[in-house]
């Protein structure tokens, strides 16, 4: 029989030639990750992912003023000594951290407590004193360099057993949190590894088969965490984007597998043949897995409109990472099914390997009696819930949260909250960064004088404030303090004064002077104004293309508009939940977190491409097996019930592998990552439930036949062929060749 479609062809030949592609599949992982490791990953520097005034000015004073990783250590008396500042002790572990300090070559420019000029290093009681230093070299390298510092600071505080001797910088703090965060990342692989190969055993009931989906899905995030070295040399990528590449490709990779195989399992446990099945399933769920890929990296796209570094490396890493999964489920998967042939079954658990799919559908078929008795009583109900889970979402508050992101409970962050206890911080600080030929001129520099002036009588900002200029002159930096904890309204109100107000009555008279503001606020501010901005396209893209793409496919013009609320719905949900657990107080000790007062600024719209793109998955696969049915001349009712009875399990299996791994990731330290795991594991527990199993059957039940409506003049410009093949059982030519297994030789999956 001549094959059909890419997906069909692709299963053919990789069945035909399993060896040769399984080999092919290993050598492209092997020599991707070998590449990649030998290349290296460009990361994005810190200064250069912000956006709008905030980011110009970052960049700005990367150049202009490059600022050396800077370090203190805390020396500290114990409670209740009296005279602690003039105490031999106090003096003699100080000398010691400078002694000690002052032989590491990473250290430079080490400044005593005691020296002149440096009186603001002594706390206002006189117990606790700072020893600041420089990490020498790059800032962005400095963590790799702090651990002889760290080290000797260690042994001053074996010296000097009474006293706290403690250290806390940017390379130390980076250093902590990469190998906090370093910790976290290898206990959740132990943790979910194990924990989904469980659930792929329960669902399959043989190791064997479990193995397979998980192979897939670990081969393509290694072939992809070695393939973005390449787009990285162009775009620099964020250092989360390797967290974000495991967690979609493990999601798609065992879900495209998992849909595969159980749709060949099924066919041979109908009767057909080996030939047969893989070429059904390289037909059907080959198909439906190019167009979910399809539609998950049209989502994904969707984030190169936020014009924003951190969004770019996000889109190219997930693009790339589903567009191997998919490529694998198409070529390796159906080559690996061949070679194994009824072997995929063996190593059959006692009680599991004896379950069969047909139960599953029949407690499937039970369950959505109700639903299609009374679709519009279910509708309505799950509608209401998915609103008032969604109903929190009204007062979600977007920060970008900074120090507050790192886990309270490291030492270097108690160590910090010491600090700021002995040495209480200002205001939190805004930073205008005037540049001109000559920030000296004397029209410049009088503006900067009534800039500061007019600051100061605003009531909303304040000092110490202080100017600096770089050795060219042409670059100005003034710093001054503003009112609340730089993400509230008092933050924004201050900003929006000394923007909006402040600057253009003073710097804004002089000609040629170009001025920016950044800081904790007017980073945060830019960001979120940012995103208001881009997300409505964000949305039209992913939203319009999507719409296509499902239009295309389903010759249907209600289905896409359906699929598309539905989803919609789940992600308002989400959005919802999140807000509702992280805005609150009540689950902090049960996720193990320190309210940071908001949800992280890039998380919703990150949120949004990746919650469509998943939930499309589920929505392709049982609309394909509905369309299939209803092209095969059942009613729409009962072609509803057909396909999600017999997609219900897998769907079910697919989401429980995925709420696994999402929610590993809320156990994780960082707020971000604690923030995104919720979400997405809250996600698509709904959408696999409320949605798939009761709100899209409902639906589709009281729409009825208008579910397949198409205008003529769109079905004549789709020239009017079916979006899928009908379902009858035909002799292929044969796909596994001599090794593949005699129809008298199957068992039942």
Request: glycine share 8%.
């Amino acid at each position: 029989m001549r094959q059909r479609g890419l997906a069909a062809r692709a299963g053919a030949w990789s069945a035909r030639h399993r060896r040769l592609a399984i080999l092919l599949w290993v050598a492209f992982v092997v020599g991707s990750l070998a590449g990649g490791t030998a290349i290296g990953t460009k990361t994005l520097a810190a200064d250069k992912g912000g956006s709008g005034s905030a980011g110009r000015a970052d960049s700005l004073l990367a150049t202009q003023f490059p600022q050396p990783a800077q370090e203190v250590v805390l020396v500290q008396a114990p409670p209740g000594e009296t005279r602690a500042l003039e105490s031999a002790r106090l003096r003699a572990a100080v000398a010691d951290v400078i002694g000690r300090l002052a032989r590491v070559h990473a250290v430079e420019h080490l400044r005593s407590p005691y020296a002149t000029g440096d009186r603001g290093q002594v706390s206002a009681d006189g117990r606790s004193v700072l020893v600041r230093f420089d990490v020498r070299g790059s800032a962005d390298s400095a963590a790799d360099r702090i651990a002889p510092a760290l080290a000797a600071v260690a042994a001053a505080q074996r010296a000097h057993p009474g006293m706290r001797i403690e250290e806390f910088g940017d390379a130390s703090a980076n250093r902590a949190v990469n190998t906090a965060l370093n910790g976290d990342l290898r206990n959740a692989e132990t943790i979910s590894v194990p924990l989904t190969l469980l659930i792929l055993v329960t669902v399959f009931g043989a190791l064997v088969a479990a193995s397979v989906p998980l192979l897939l899905a670990i081969s393509a995030v290694a072939a992809t965490l070695g393939l973005v070295a390449l787009p990285s040399q162009l775009v620099a990528f964020d250092g989360s984007a390797s967290s974000v590449i495991v967690l979609i490709g493990m999601a798609v990779g065992i879900d495209y597998a998992l849909f595969y195989i159980r749709r060949e399992r099924e066919e041979r446990r109908s009767g057909a043949s080996p030939e047969e099945a893989l070429a059904r399933a390289a037909r059907t769920s080959g198909r439906a897995v190019l167009v979910s890929g399809t539609t998950v990296m049209i989502a994904m796209a969707g984030m190169f409109l936020t014009g924003n570094a951190t969004f770019t490396s996000f889109a190219i890493g997930t693009m790339i990472v589903v567009a191997v999964a998919m490529i694998g489920s198409v070529t390796f998967l159906p080559a690996m099914l061949a070679a194994l042939g009824d072997r995929i079954d063996r190593g059959r658990i006692p009680l599991l390997g004896r379950r069969r799919s047909p139960a599953s559908a029949e407690l499937w078929a039970r369950m959505l009696r109700p639903v299609l008795r009374h679709p519009r009583p279910a509708a309505l109900l799950t509608t209401a819930l998915l609103v008032v889970c969604a109903t929190p979402v009204l007062g979600m508050h977007l920060l970008l949260p900074g120090v507050q992101s790192i886990p309270a409970n490291l030492p270097v962050m108690k160590t910090y909250a010491r600090i700021q206890k002995a040495f209480p911080g200002a205001p939190t600080p805004a930073v205008v960064v005037v540049q001109a030929s000559d920030v000296a001129a004397p029209p410049v520099r009088s503006a900067i004088v009534a800039l500061e002036a007019r600051a100061a009588r605003s009531g909303e900002i304040g000092g110490p404030m202080s100017v600096t200029l770089n050795d060219a002159r042409t670059v100005a930096v003034v710093q001054m303090s503003l009112a609340g904890d730089g993400t509230d309204r008092a933050s924004y109100a201050a900003l929006a004064t000394l923007r909006t107000r402040l600057i253009p009555a003073t710097l804004g008279h002089v000609s040629g002077v170009v001025t920016n503001v950044t800081g904790t606020a007017a980073e945060t501010k830019d960001f979120n104004d940012l995103l208001t901005a881009r997300t409505p396209l964000v949305f039209a893209f992913v939203l319009g293309l999507a719409f296509l793409l499902l239009l295309v496919t389903f010759r249907s013009l209600v289905i896409p508009i359906t699929a598309i609320v539905l989803n919609l719905l789940s992600v308002a949900a989400s959005y919802g939940a999140m807000t509702f657990v992280f805005q609150r107080h009540w689950a902090q000790g049960l996720l193990n977190f320190q309210d940071i007062g908001g949800i992280t600024s890039w998380l919703p719209l990150f949120m949004f491409v990746i919650l469509f793109g998943l939930s499309m998955d589920y929505h392709v696969f049982i609309l394909s097996r509905i369309k299939e049915a209803h092209d095969r001349g059942m009613a729409t009712r009962e072609a509803i019930a057909h396909g999600i009875a017999a997609t219900g399990g897998v769907v079910t299996s697919a989401a429980a592998v995925m709420v696994a791994v999402f929610a590993i990731f809320a156990t994780l330290s960082m707020i971000e990552l604690k923030q995104l795991g919720v979400g997405l594991a809250v996600a698509v527990a709904l959408d696999a439930t409320v949605i798939r199993a009761v709100l899209v059957p409902a639906t589709m039940t009281i729409l009825g036949e208008a579910n397949w409506y198409l205008p003529a003049w769109l079905a004549r410009w789709l020239e009017h062929r079916p979006a899928h093949a009908p379902h009858v059982a035909r002799q292929p030519a044969p796909l596994l060749g001599t090794g593949g297994l005699s129809s008298s030789e199957r068992q039942p999956a």
